[in-house]
C-alpha cells in the first residue's frame, strides 16, 4: 500500500506532482491548515504531512496523527510544529533551510539601495503630487563599505553582491575562517572594528544568547556617523529604541528593517523616523523560494517514506532505527563535546578532528561526527542541527577529519574531538558509562570523570592551595550555588581544571570576580541541553 501525504498548506503544483510521480498518494488541500477540527478528524489517516506556516502542528493534532511519520515544513521556521510532541509521538521533522538564503540576501540588498537613496519616501512624495528633489539626496553605494555581521550562507551571498556593487566589503563572524574570507574577498575584522569603519552595516546572524542586542545603544555608539543599518535576519539583534535615538540625534543617517522584536510589527519606535525603511517580514517572499522550498519538502517527505532517508530533520540524527536504540547515549555524547569546544572557542576554528576509539568507532561515524559538528555551532546558529551542520561547516570553511581505531585504553570505547584555530588546540575526550550517562574524562590531556550538567562552570588554573576555598567563598558571596563539583590536574603544582555543577548560569559579574582574583588563567559558563 502506498504511503499517503496531506498537503494542507499552499504549496506549488508541481511540489503536488513529485508526490504523484514517486507513487506517493497525496490529498493537496491548501486551505485546509486554517480549519482546526477538520485537520484533526483527518489526521490519522496520513503517514506525511507538508505544510508551510498556516497549519498548526499541536500536541492535540499529534495526539490523533496515529499513523503520521513524518511532518515536512517548506521554509526553515518551525514555529507551528510542536517538535517535542512530534518526537515523542515518533514523527521526524523535517524542514528547508537552505531554499531561501538568495531571495533573503537579495532583499537586504535591496533595501541598501532603498535607504540609500530614500526612496519610499521620495515616491510617497512624488504621488502625493510634491516634487522635492532637493530633499532627497542620497549617497552612492560605490566604494562605500558594507559591514557584513555573520557570513554564513546568507551573510556570505550579501557580501558577494556587495562586492558586484564595488563595494569594499569587511565582516565580522567568529566562525568565519580566513581561507573562506579571503575565497569571498571579504576583509575579516573584529566588531568593533567593522562598526567603526561601515558606512553600511547587514545583520546575517541568528538570534541567541550571544548575538541577542549586538547593536545595543553602547555599539551603536562605536559606529561611525552617518552609517545605514539593514536587518533582514531576526527581530531582536539590533535595540530598536536605541537605534531610534541615534536616528533623531543624527549619528546614524537611515535604516531598513525587514524584521522586528515583536511581529507582526504594529508598532516600533522605528515607525514615523525620516529615511526609515519598513518591510513585513519578506525575505523569503519570492515566486523561486517559495517554489525552491516547496520542492525540496516533497523530495525529502518523498525520500523518507519510499527509501528511510532522512535529510534536514531537526528532531533525528541521521541513522537507521536499528542504530538509533545503540547510537543514541554516543550521539548526546558528540554533541555535548562539541558543544563544550564550541562554547569555549571565540576565534575562527580552522580543523577539527574527531577521534572514534574502540565500540565507537564500530558505530555510524558519520552520524557521530555530524553530531560533534551540530554540538560545536549551536551555540551561535540555534537553528542547526545534525544534516545543516557539515554544510554549514563547510562554508565557514571549517575541515574536519575523522580518525577511528581499536580499543586504546581502559573504556570500551571513546570519542576525542581535537580542534584547531590559528592560535591554538584544544581537545575534550568523553565516553558512555554502562548506566548510559555520557561523561567527560579528558580535557586538555587532563584525566577526569565529570558527569554533564544543564549548567557547568568551568576553570583552569595552576595546582596550588586554596583555589578550592577560593571558587567556593566567591560565589557563596555572590549567591551562586555549587551541586558538586569535580577537579582534575595533571601533576602536582601543574595545569588543573575544575567543573562545577550550579543551579543556573553563571552570570558575567561572578564570572569577572573569580578572573580577578588572578588564580584562574581562564572561567567559563557552560550550557549543555540535557
Known amino acids: 500500500m502506498a504511503p499517503k501525504v496531506l498537503v494542507s498548506d499552499k504549496l506549488s503544483e508541481t511540489a503536488v506532482q513529485i508526490f504523484r510521480d514517486r507513487g506517493i498518494d497525496v490529498d493537496f488541500e491548501p486551505t485546509l491548515g486554517k480549519d482546526k477540527e477538520k485537520l484533526l478528524s483527518v489526521i490519522d489517516q496520513y503517514d506525511g504531512l507538508a505544510i508551510r506556516s498556516a497549519t498548526k502542528v499541536t500536541a492535540e493534532v499529534l495526539e490523533k496523527a496515529t499513523n503520521l511519520k513524518v511532518i515536512g515544513r517548506a521554509g526553515i521556521g518551525v514555529d507551528n510544529v510542536d517538535i517535542p510532541a512530534a518526537s515523542a509521538k515518533g514523527a521526524i521533522v523535517m524542514n528547508t533551510p537552505f531554499g531561501n538564503s538568495i531571495t533573503t540576501a537579495e532583499h537586504a540588498i535591496a533595501m541598501m539601495f532603498a535607504v540609500a537613496r530614500q526612496i519610499p519616501e ?14 532627497f539626496m542620497g549617497v552612492e553605494l560605490t566604494a562605500k563599505t558594507l559591514g557584513v555581521i555573520g557570513c554564513g550562507n546568507i551573510g556570505s551571498i550579501a557580501a558577494e553582491r556587495g562586492r558586484g556593487l564595488k563595494m569594499k566589503v569587511i565582516a565580522f563572524d567568529p566562525f568565519l575562517s580566513q581561507e573562506r574570507a579571503d575565497k569571498l574577498g571579504v576583509e575579516k575584522v573584529e566588531l568593533d ?13 541568528p538570534l541567541t544568547d550571544k548575538t541577542r542586542g549586538i547593536l545595543n545603544a553602547e555599539n551603536i555608539a562605536k559606529t561611525k556617523k552617518g552609517v545605514r543599518i539593514i536587518n533582514c535576519a531576526r527581530g531582536g539583534l539590533v535595540d530598536e529604541a536605541a537605534l531610534a535615538e541615534a536616528i533623531k540625534s543624527g549619528h546614524v543617517a537611515g535604516a531598513a528593517f525587514d524584521v522586528f522584536e515583536v511581529e507582526p510589527a504594529t508598532d516600533s519606535p522605528l515607525f514615523g523616523l525620516p529615511n526609515v525603511v519598513c518591510t513585513p517580514h519578506l525575505g523569503a517572499s519570492t515566486t523561486e523560494a517559495q517554489e525552491n522550498v516547496a520542492l525540496q519538502v516533497a523530495e525529502q517527505i518523498s525520500d523518507y517514506l519510499l527509501t528511510g532517508a532522512v535529510t534536514n530533520a531537526l528532531n533525528m540524527p541521521s541513522v537507521t532505527a536499528e542504530e538509533a536504540k545503540v547510537m543514541g547515549p554516543w550521539i548526546k555524547l558528540a554533541e555535548h563535546l562539541g558543544a563544550f569546544i564550541g562554547q569555549m572557542t571565540e576565534e575562527p576554528i580552522e580543523e577539527i578532528n574527531v577521534i572514534l576509539d574502540g565500540v565507537a568507532s564500530t558505530m555510524n561515524t558519520k552520524a557521530l561526527d555530524c553530531a560533534v559538528l551540530a554540538g560545536l555551532l549551536k551555540p551561535t546558529n540555534a537553528d542547526i542541527n545534525m544534516v545543516s551542520a557539515p554544510v554549514i561547516a563547510k562554508d565557514r570553511g571549517i575541515q574536519s577529519a575523522i580518525t577511528t581505531q581499536d580499543k586504546s585504553g581502559v ?52 595546582d596550588e592551595p586554596g583555589i578550592i576555598g577560593t571558587l567556593g567563598r566567591t560565589l557563596g558571596e555572590m549567591g551562586v550555588n555549587i551541586a558538586n563539583f569535580t577537579l582534575g590536574r595533571k ?40
Do not use: C
Not at 572594528?193 to 546572524?205: A, G, M, P, Q
Not at 555520557?438 to 549548567?455: L, M, T, W
Not at 558575567?508 to 582574583?517: E, G, S
Open 122 to 135: 521620495a515616491d510617497a512624495s512624488t504621488q502625493a503630487g510634491k516634487w522635492e528633489k532637493s530633499k
Open 491 to 530: 601533576e602536582a603544582g601543574g595545569d588543573a581544571i575544575a567543573l562545577l555543577y550550579v543551579d543556573a548560569e553563571v552570570p558575567a559579574d561572578v564570572r569577572k570576580a573569580l578572573k580577578d582574583t588572578g588564580m584562574f588563567q581562564n572561567v567559563s559558563a557552560l550550557h549543555f541541553a540535557i
Open 193 to 205: 572594528e567593522l562598526l567603526s569603519r561601515s558606512d553600511f552595516i547587514t545583520l546575517h546572524v
Open 411 to 462: 573504556f570500551d570505547g571513546y570519542i576525542k574531538i581535537v580542534v584547531k584555530t590559528a592560535s591554538r588546540e584544544r581537545s575534550i575526550a568523553g565516553t558512555v558509562f554502562s548506566d548510559g550517562k555520557p561523561r567527560f574524562i579528558q580535557i586538555k590531556g587532563i584525566n577526569i570523570d565529570a558527569e554533564i550538567g544543564e549548567h557547568m562552570l568551568y576553570t583552569t588554573n595552576r
